[in-house]
């Protein structure tokens, strides 16, 4: 694919990229920079027209030894708060002896426990938290076991909210 001087990238522009730089449907895309051409190929969802002559930022990320895994599947889900991304965030790097009640969490955030209520009640409400409540013998309510999940869980089988 790459010839030296010239290089045909037909197949990875999409209509719309081909559309908002006035081209038409048969026409190629020619990249005379090798580089461009090779990002292009590393990264097929970034534009054409991004890379056209243009300089792109570099981030460089370094790595402590101390760091968590997690999905991102909570990171990208768009029916989140920032708030409710991190607070989810932050309890999927707690261990699991942690303190998890609205004080532990508070105590370690800046801000309050109203705050910190709101945030889980929203990732119960997506399903990314599972409450069950704990009743004693007459039927008086006693506590809450809580459930973090990565994924959030189906939310027509989850417990209604009280």
Request: glycine content about 6%; proline content about 3%; overall charge positive.
């Amino acid at each position: 694919m790459l010839d030296g001087q010239k290089t045909v990238l037909d197949n990875d522009t999409s209509k719309n990229t081909r559309k908002s730089m006035g081209m038409g449907d048969g026409q190629a895309w020619y990249v005379r920079n090798i580089k461009a051409a090779f990002s292009a190929l590393i990264w097929p969802g970034t534009p054409l027209y991004a890379l056209k002559g243009a300089k792109m930022a570099v981030f460089h990320v370094k790595k402590n030894t101390d760091y968590t895994i997690m999905a991102n599947h909570h990171l990208r889900d768009k029916s989140l708060s920032l708030k409710a991304k991190g607070l989810l965030s932050q309890m999927l790097s707690l261990p699991e002896e942690w303190d998890y009640t609205l004080q532990g969490l508070a105590y370690i955030n800046r801000e309050q426990i109203d705050a910190i209520r709101q945030a889980v009640h929203e990732l119960e409400r997506a399903g990314y938290i599972v409450r069950v409540r704990e009743r004693d013998s007459r039927g008086r309510l006693r506590g809450a076991e809580y459930t973090i999940y990565e994924q959030p869980q189906s939310v027509s089988a989850l417990p209604a909210l009280d």
